[in-house]
């Protein structure tokens, strides 16, 4: 080959390899792309979830409801994110929107989202006045969460909705397992203390008030909570995290007020019965 030729094909060649560099790296360019595009909706996404639950923590409701929503447009399968969505919709009294989040999230997961199931039977056993009450969907609520995962608290919500139906013996049952199921729990004999006080029997509603308060004490200093920032580091804030997951939360939760002071009287605990007494005798 002579010299000429050769310096052609030398030429030839090295066009040839610019042009496949060029096709390579357009690829690449294009393959990543939607990389780059995904890898935004992603850090969009956990900027507004974490938006989202600091506002929750901070007690703006209406700011994580906003915020929630925008996550669940980049990620509509976050149960997380439906699962404090429709938290925050319960806690502002929209029902039916709560309702719907955690339908949602039990349709995503159906033999693992025990929380959807609790927060439907809650929704129905709810004491407030505007709430959709309908105490067999509670009931068929709560024993499903109870049947997903014992753990759930669907016994003691089962336990609730058989003293709000006037069902005692039924109530005081399904109370005695959630109270040994639980030891931590204030609802459980603060309730077998009310089933007591109905039935005249002083000494043993004393017993079960008194339990109910002495496990209302700390048994730990408070703990950062990282997800939702130093706010959840507010032992008290748990506290009524754990009311909320109890149809009479209101009712025994205020009793810790009592580590305090001195130990209730019989008539003190007649009078915080008593109260109760007359809420469930007004229920239809």
């Not at 030729?5 to 496949?20: E, Q």
């Amino acid at each position: 080959m002579t010299p000429s030729r050769i310096l052609i094909a030398l030429v030839l060649l090295a066009f040839v390899g610019l042009a496949a560099i060029k096709a390579i790296r357009s690829r690449e360019s294009q393959l990543s792309q939607p990389d780059r595009n995904q890898s935004d909706t992603v850090r969009e996404f956990w900027r507004f979830y974490k938006e989202a639950s600091h506002q929750r923590s901070a007690g703006d409701l209406g700011a994580a409801v906003s915020l929630y929503e925008k996550s669940l447009a980049l990620r509509p399968q976050h149960e997380d994110s439906l699962y404090y969505l429709g938290n925050c919709y319960f806690e502002l009294g929209r029902y039916a929107d709560a309702a719907n989040s955690y339908q949602n999230l039990i349709s995503i997961n159906p033999l693992g989202s025990s929380r959807g199931y609790m927060q439907l039977g809650l929704i129905y056993a709810c004491l407030e006045p505007a709430s959709p009450k309908d105490l067999n969907k509670a009931y068929q609520y709560f024993s499903r969460a109870n049947e997903v995962d014992p753990d759930s608290g669907g016994l003691l919500g089962m336990g609730e909705v058989a003293l709000l139906r006037g069902q005692w013996e039924e109530a005081r049952q399904l109370l005695l397992s959630a109270n040994d199921d639980n030891p931590m729990s204030m609802a459980a004999p603060y309730l077998l203390g009310y089933l007591a006080y109905r039935n005249k029997a002083p000494q043993e509603a004393g017993n079960w008030f008194h339990m109910a308060v002495q496990r209302g004490e700390l048994k730990k200093g408070a703990i950062k909570w990282t997800e939702e920032g130093d706010l959840k580091a507010d032992p008290e804030l748990r506290w009524r995290a754990l009311a909320r997951q109890s149809v009479f939360g209101k009712y025994w939760l205020p009793l810790r007020r009592y580590l305090k002071e001195a130990a209730p009287s019989q008539v003190g605990i007649q009078q915080e019965y008593s109260r109760l007494d007359e809420l469930l005798k007004k229920r239809p």
